[in-house]
Structures are given as C-alpha cells and as structure tokens.
C-alpha cells in the first residue's frame, strides 16, 4: 500500500487561513456608532463572506484530493490561530469564549464540508 506523502499541504492549509483573516477581517478593528447610539462590528457581512468563500476554496482543493483529515484540522488551526492573535488584546479576556467557538464551528464546518465534498468527488 502507498503512503501519501504530506508534503506542503498542511502548511498550506494552515497558512490559508491566517492569511485570509489578515486580508479579510483583520485589518478592521474599529465599531460603528449608529446614530441611535447602538454599536455595531467590528466586521461587516462582506468581509465574513470573502473570508469564508476563501476557506471553502482551500477546503475544497483539500477534501477533493482525499485529504480529510489536513482539510479539517489545519484549516481549523489556522483560523484559531489567527483568531487569537487578533483578539487576545480584548481587555475583557472574554476572547477566549470567542475562540473557542470560532475553533468548534470551524472543526465541525469543516469536517461535515471534507466528509461531503470527498464523498461527492469519489
């Protein structure tokens, strides 16, 4: 039996998502004030949308080549890297609630989409 060799897909899928916060969210750190006095953001839907549209790009490139496991697990350590690094200066430090959630949404998102899309592939 042959061994897939890794290679630099995990290193891709891990850095994919870093970079796609970076470009997407992670330049916009200020809220709206709206003139009723509400507060709203930092981030506005477009902004998530591009993000996400770029993942399922890379989870779809992974998933389609049978590698399940990197597609979920990078990718989800990539986003919950760059989700730290981003909100760890949050005073609260209710950021790490925040993150916890952005790393179970994403490894469950990203397992039923690899599970999905290799099925549909094969």
Do not use: N
Request: hydrophobic share 55%; net charge neutral.
């Amino acid at each position: 039996m042959r061994q897939k060799s890794l290679g630099l897909a995990p290193c891709l899928l891990f850095l994919i998502p870093v970079a796609a916060w970076a470009a997407w969210l992670g330049w916009d750190q200020h809220r709206d004030v709206q003139p009723d006095g509400s507060v709203t953001g930092p981030y506005e839907a477009w902004q998530v949308i591009g993000l996400v549209l770029t993942l399922l790009a890379s989870v779809y490139w992974a998933a389609s080549r049978g590698r399940i496991a990197e597609a979920v697990f990078a990718t989800t350590a990539g986003l919950t890297a760059a989700v730290y690094y981003d909100w760890s200066d949050d005073g609260s430090g209710l950021f790490m609630v925040g993150v916890g959630m952005v790393m179970m949404a994403s490894l469950v998102t990203t397992f039923a989409l690899s599970t999905l899309i290799a099925s549909v592939k094969r």
